[in-house]
C-alpha cells in the first residue's frame, strides 16, 4: 500500500538512501523493489529480549527522516527508538508523542 510513497520518495530525492523496515511476513511483497535501497527485516517472532535488542541495533543508526505509515502501538513504539531528525505519521486519538509532524490520515 505504500509502494507509491516509497517510489514518490526516490523520485523527489533520487540521492538519498532509502531504508525501509518490514516485518518477516511482508518481506516477499517489497525484496524486489527497486526504490528501496536497504530492507530491514523485523522478525515476528522474537522473544522479549530479542524484540528489545533488535530496537536497540536500529538505535544505532541515524536517519534524516522517519516515515510511519501504520500508527500502531509496535510501529509507534519502534518509532521512537530510531533516532531521526524528522518523523511524520497520520494522527492519531492514541500515538501523536514523539513525531514532529502529523498529518490527517487520508478520508
Same mark, same amino acid.
Given at each position: 500500500?505504500?509502494?507509491?510513497?516509497?517510489?514518490?520518495? &526516490?523520485?523527489? @530525492?533520487?540521492?538519498?538512501?532509502?531504508? @525501509?523496515?518490514?516485518?518477516?511476513?511482508?518481506?516477499?511483497?517489497? %525484496?524486489?523493489? $527497486? *526504490?528501496?535501497?536497504?530492507?530491514?527485516?523485523?522478525?515476528?517472532?522474537? &522473544?522479549?529480549?530479542?524484540?528489545?535488542?533488535?530496537?536497540?541495533?536500529?538505535? *544505532?543508526?541515524?536517519?534524516?527522516?522517519?516515515?510511519?505509515?501504520?500508527?500502531?502501538? %509496535?510501529? *509507534?513504539?519502534?518509532?521512537?527508538?530510531? %533516532?531521526?531528525?524528522?518523523?511524520?505519521? @497520520?494522527? &492519531?486519538? %492514541?500515538?501523536?508523542?514523539?513525531?514532529?509532524?502529523?498529518? &490527517? $490520515? $487520508?478520508?
Amino acid at each position: 500500500m505504500c509502494t507509491p510513497a516509497i517510489r514518490g520518495l &526516490s523520485n523527489k @530525492f533520487p540521492d538519498a538512501e532509502i531504508s @525501509f523496515l518490514v516485518s518477516d511476513y511482508a518481506y516477499d511483497a517489497l %525484496r524486489y523493489n $527497486p *526504490h528501496i535501497d536497504n530492507l530491514i527485516i523485523y522478525p515476528r517472532n522474537l &522473544s522479549r529480549l530479542g524484540y528489545l535488542k533488535f530496537l536497540l541495533s536500529l538505535r *544505532h543508526n541515524k536517519y534524516d527522516l522517519l516515515i510511519d505509515f501504520q500508527n500502531n502501538p %509496535r510501529s *509507534h513504539i519502534m518509532s521512537l527508538i530510531i %533516532r531521526s531528525l524528522r518523523k511524520i505519521s @497520520f494522527k &492519531s486519538k %492514541r500515538r501523536n508523542f514523539g513525531y514532529t509532524d502529523l498529518i &490527517s $490520515p $487520508p478520508l
